[in-house]
Every structure is written in C-alpha cells, then in structure tokens.
C-alpha cells in the first residue's frame, strides 16, 4: 500500500541533544512537508521540500533542520537550539500541482526528558 | 501573507442534529483551495473536503457541505446528522492555487464534541 510513514511513534529527547525524526513516502510525490502541531496552535509549517535536493523555511524553522537527498525521504533533525521541542510532529506530502489534498504520516510525539 | 482564522475552539453537537464549523482566510489572491480536515483521537488526519475557489458551486461529500462565500472570505462546514464517529478536531486550510506554490497554511481548530 501506499503511503507515509513516519518513526519513530513517540520520541524522548535529552537536553542539549539533537534528535531526528524519519519520513519516508512511496506515494511518488514531489512535495514533502514537516509541520509542528501544539495544542490550541493549529498546525504549523517547519519546512517544505518542492523537489529533491531542495527546501524552504516554513514559519517555525528555527532549531530544526532538513535534508532532502531522496525523493521518498525528508528527515527532520531537532537540534538543541531549538528550546521547546515538545509537541506532535506531523509529515505530509503532495504531487506537488493543481489542487491535491495533503497526505499525511501518523505523527510522532517527542517529549523532552 | 495569507491567513486562516477559526474563531471556534469548541463545538457541541447532539447526536443526529446539524453542526457548522467556521472558517475565515484572507489573502489577495483570486485563485486558491480550501480544504476541511478531520483528526480524530488516533491523531491521522483525514480529508474531509475541498473547494476550488473558482468553482462557485458549493462543494458536498455526504453528510458534509461547505458554505463558500468567495467575497466574504469565508468557509464554513456544515455536518448533517451528527455522528459519535464525526467527534474530531477539525482543521480548515488554505493553499495558493499557482503554479510551483506549494504552502498549505491550516487554522488553529475547532474541537467538535458529538453529545448521545
């Protein structure tokens, strides 16, 4: 079947260490995205990826950082810089044109210790 | 910058009545999607419903249908006979409908609690 997954479930973060979050889809999609989910704040945009080796800040992108050297994966690395990291995070992807719905990954929360 | 306001953190509903959740946006642009998404307790989120911006009529999908008004800036969903399964929180969002625009910007939610 096709679809997103992302591990892993639930992650515990250490102070002062970076922690990376997985994302792997089969779907065939251009477009990639992490979004941060806080309770009573919605869903926002960490980064997006439009096309492999290449990606943009979305409005939360301090203290994280992205790489996209695959089609079908885009990791999310929370560094130490980022200084409240717990929250539920969220893949998604796209084809990429015209008015396709987001398809999105079961989450991950991390917590920090 | 575009943006999408729910003003509706929570909502109740009795079993088999008739729900509507609010969406506002704002943007300049004449040519968007809009979206309604459902997250149930499992955290998944799931599309509920999408509208063209340039499509006036109004999109439906079962028991649920939108109210778009394009000059207003507004996109409401309404749930028809309420179901316990329908208990969720509900996210609208918006996304550009240019060419290599790939942004989807949600609102904060709205939390719909379904009564028996």
């Known amino acids: 079947d096709g679809g997103i997954t992302q591990s892993p479930k639930y992650l515990f973060r250490k102070e002062g260490q970076n922690v990376t979050l997985s994302c792997e889809q089969n779907?065939?999609?251009?477009?990639m995205y992490w979004y941060r989910q806080d309770p009573g704040q919605g869903l926002r945009l960490i980064y997006y990826?439009?096309?492999?080796?290449?990606?943009q800040k979305g409005d939360i992108a301090e203290g994280y950082s992205v790489s996209r050297e695959k089609k079908e994966s885009f990791p999310l690395t929370v560094t130490s810089a980022q200084k409240n990291p717990t929250a539920f995070y969220l893949c998604?992807?796209?084809?990429?044109?015209?008015?396709?719905?987001?398809?999105f990954g079961s989450g991950t929360q991390l917590s920090v210790l | 910058a575009q943006t999408v306001t729910q003003s509706q953190p929570e909502m109740s509903v009795q079993e088999a009545e008739t729900v509507t959740l609010s969406c506002t946006y704002d943007?300049?642009?004449?040519?968007?999607?809009l979206f309604w998404y459902k997250q149930p307790p499992s955290r998944q989120m799931i599309l509920v419903i999408r509208?063209?911006?340039?499509?006036?009529q109004n999109a439906t999908e079962n028991r649920f249908s939108v109210n778009f008004q394009k000059a207003a800036k507004s996109f409401s969903l309404k749930i028809s006979d309420s179901q316990l399964g329908d208990a969720a929180m509900y996210f609208c969002?918006?996304?550009?409908?240019?060419?290599?625009?790939?942004?989807?910007?949600f609102g904060t939610g709205t939390r719909l609690k379904v009564l028996a």
């Open positions: 998604a992807s796209s084809p990429g044109t015209g008015r396709e719905k987001l398809f």
């Open positions: 779907l065939n999609h251009d477009a």
């Open positions: 990826s439009q096309i492999v080796n290449d990606f």
């Open positions: 943007t300049s642009e004449s040519d968007y999607y």
């Open positions: 509208q063209e911006a340039y499509k006036q």
């Open positions: 969002a918006y996304r550009r409908a240019t060419s290599g625009t790939y942004k989807y910007i």
